[in-house]
């Protein structure tokens, strides 16, 4: 995962767009002369013209650097989190004390949801 592999993705993603690096270049708002420079001189964009770049080429800077895209959490993932969080609250006396908290279902009724 080298400068090389961020620069041929953006290559190929030119490509595929039907575009050219001169617009794409433009688009984020770069020069093509500081681009070629980059490349050149072996050195990634900064983070902010990456993100811009990616943008241009609607893809993320996470795909440029590393060729994969990120995964976005399922449901059952974000429950879990969610249970997780409550837990360490009411461990820290933040929550589930008094009539503010009362649990009307069994946690494993609460939390069965899954994706359909």
Partial sequence: MGFLDFYGRVKSLVKTNKTTIEHIVGEAGLTLASY???????????????????????????????GSEPKSPTAE???KEIQ????????????????????KEPKSKIFALRAS
């Fill in 36 to 66: 070629n420079a980059y490349r050149r001189n072996k050195y990634l964009p900064r983070a902010d013209e990456a993100l811009l770049i990616a943008q241009a080429l609607g893809t993320t800077v996470e795909y440029l650097v590393s």
């Fill in 84 to 103: 997780a969080a409550m837990d360490r609250y009411r461990k820290a006396g933040k929550i589930g004390q008094g009539k503010d908290f009362q649990e």
């Fill in 77 to 79: 993932d974000t429950l």
